[in-house]
């Protein structure tokens, strides 16, 4: 199939429209997230203090805001198919900078993170609008979360893998993604459907009550769950892992991102047009697995860390299919795009929340500030469950 527009494409072609651009967003998000099990290699064998390594990871954040926010409108009005590619070619050359970390050092390894950064947010905005699209109604949704979820999920099962039985440990995880990239790049340019007519007028974003009362306080637990999941737990439990903590820390992240992509149809199962069931139950798991949290951080013990990551993924996966839902019944085609972007930047936030408590570290201890974590997660809950019955307006 080549590339052509929405309204050129036969029928049975846009039944499969979706895949090229599919593929592209699982790439994207395996190299934004092959990074996660490498932080202990970059310490323990980089020469990179614990300082360094909050920066890179700020450097991803940094790249993913632009990525969401200016994507999307710009997508909106020139098209999906450039903007998808050029996400595409900053997780190449990303990949390509990080390989090069050991050779060319911070610049590179800084450069390689934000460029990451700003191809998932591309993939997170763009990709899931132009999925949608492409999509019967109901499906885009769920596709276009589990297709980023799985890219989460494969790149730290790849790199882990890789660095723990590879040499050398800060190379290989990054070819493998490079060689990734290029069969998707192809896939876009001769095989995608483009939805959007260029040089669309530009639209401004509407305040939906509903988006203020019910997504607003949920999005930012999305990553707020995965990273306490697979960033602070594998740290509370490391002591005891000796020379396996590198695949623990990878199989968490598998098993935390794995579990998100399992639940994913029941989420579907649980939305409601009347009501914001699927949302509220998101957060009462978020609340559960954060309180599991407080108690690992209290006794240390490897096994405690398995639950917690099955039950904050299980409230990753339905939050993020949720609120996608949420967002693309009140958007306008015209919106879809921009209010994604916004949606997807405020569940990044909670990427934050790591270094947050790294930082309030000084002052409290551990099991304290995840007790405080899971109460706030709590008064958010209820917070949503007002929304319940408000119109998406």
């Known amino acids: 199939m080549t590339a052509t527009t929405l309204d050129q494409a036969p029928a049975r072609e846009l039944s499969r429209a979706w895949r090229p651009v599919g593929l592209a967003m699982l790439v994207i998000g395996w190299g934004g997230n092959q990074f996660t099990p490498l932080l202990m290699v970059y310490r323990a064998h980089g020469g990179f203090s614990q300082l360094d390594v909050d920066v890179f990871l700020g450097a991803y954040v ?52 934000a460029l990451s ?36 999920a494969a790149g730290p099962a790849s790199a882990g893998l890789l660095a723990q039985w590879t040499a050398p440990a800060l190379v290989w995880p990054y070819v493998v993604h490079l060689a ?17 007519r260029e040089h669309t007028r530009r639209v401004r974003l509407r305040v939906h009550r509903r988006f203020l009362h019910v997504v607003l306080p949920m999005a930012p637990w999305i990553f707020g769950s995965a990273g306490v999941a697979y960033a602070i737990i594998p740290q509370v439990v490391d002591a005891s892992l000796g020379r396996w903590a590198l695949l623990f ?35 009462g798991l978020m609340t559960l697995g954060m309180a599991l949290a407080a108690l690992t951080a209290v006794v240390r013990r490897p096994w ?19 609120g996608l839902l949420e967002v693309q019944r009140m958007a306008s085609p015209e919106e879809l795009s921009g209010l994604t972007g916004v949606y997807y930047a405020l569940a990044y936030v909670g990427f934050l929340l790591p270094a947050v408590l790294a930082f309030l570290g000084h002052w409290f201890a551990l099991p304290a500030m995840l007790t405080g974590v899971a109460l706030t997660c709590l008064a958010c809950t209820l917070v949503c469950s007002t929304g319940w019955s408000r119109k998406a307006s």
């Open 249 to 283: 820390t990878a199989a968490l992240t598998v098993a935390t991102l794995v579990t998100g992509v399992l639940v994913q149809p029941i989420a579907r199962r649980l939305d409601d047009l009347s009501t914001a069931r699927a949302v509220v139950v998101s957060m």
């Open 62 to 113: 940094v790249g993913l805001v632009p990525g969401l926010l200016i994507a999307s409108r710009l997508s909106d009005r020139y098209g999906r198919r450039p903007l998808m590619l050029i996400g595409l070619a900053a997780s190449f050359l990303g990949s390509a900078l990080l390989a090069l970390g050991d050779i060319a050092g911070y610049p590179a390894l800084f450069a390689g993170r």
């Open 304 to 322: 405690l860390a398995v639950p917690v990551a099955l039950v904050l993924g299980a409230a990753y996966g339905i939050a993020v299919v949720s």
């Open 117 to 152: 950064g700003i191809a998932v947010g591309i993939a997170m905005a763009v990709g899931t609008a132009w999925v949608t699209e492409l999509s019967v109604p109901g499906a885009g949704a769920r596709r276009s979360a589990i297709l980023l979820t799985t890219g989460f």
């Open 180 to 196: 990734l990239c290029l069969p998707a790049i192809w896939l876009v340019v001769t095989g995608s459907v483009e939805t959007r």
